[in-house]
């Protein structure tokens, strides 16, 4: 007899959801790009510590209590036809560990005196951030199933949202 948690229906969420929030953060990305190459390094480390924290929300909280997320279940989705199919939170978790990593560093590198590795982080996030958003595809979701394949991770350990 299957236990519970085998008859249950993973519970999935919109991916949608993901793909607005990577609307938003690359709005945020590029005004950061922007803002370090005209050298402001004060307002670059400000918009990247903004960054940062998004990120780390995602990574940490887990995608439904994103605050993109929860804009987008309370405000848009509400207006939008029912989902063809949900998707598994984890991968979408994971990219946002890896928006974390990519703009932690790049922060942490403008603090030591490196004001170049704010703008070039934000270039990289915002680089990943819009083909999510323009194109549905997610480098980190990815690189989670690339992990996933390859037996370094197990599926939905990022899940513990």
């Known amino acids: 007899m299957p236990s519970p ?5 993973a519970a999935g969420i919109d991916p949608r959801g993901p793909r607005f929030s990577a609307s938003i953060m690359s709005v ?6 922007f803002t370090g190459l005209a050298g402001a390094v004060v307002a670059t480390s400000i918009l990247l510590a903004v960054a940062v924290v998004i990120f780390a929300w995602g990574a940490i909280a887990g995608v439904r209590r994103h605050p993109f997320g929860v804009l987008f279940r309370r405000v848009v989705r509400p207006h939008l036809a029912a989902p063809v199919e949900l998707e598994d939170p984890a991968a979408p978790r994971f990219a946002q560990l890896v928006g974390l990593i990519v703009t932690g560093v790049g922060l942490l590198l403008a603090l030591i005196g490196l004001p170049l590795a704010a703008p070039i982080a934000a270039g990289l996030a915002f680089i990943a951030a819009f083909l999510n958003a323009a194109f549905g595809f997610c480098i980190g979701c990815q690189m989670y199933l690339a992990l996933v394949r390859a037996g370094l991770v197990r599926r939905g350990a990022a899940r513990a949202a």
């Open 5 to 9: 948690s085998e008859t249950r229906p």
């Open 28 to 33: 945020l990305l590029l005004v950061t790009v």
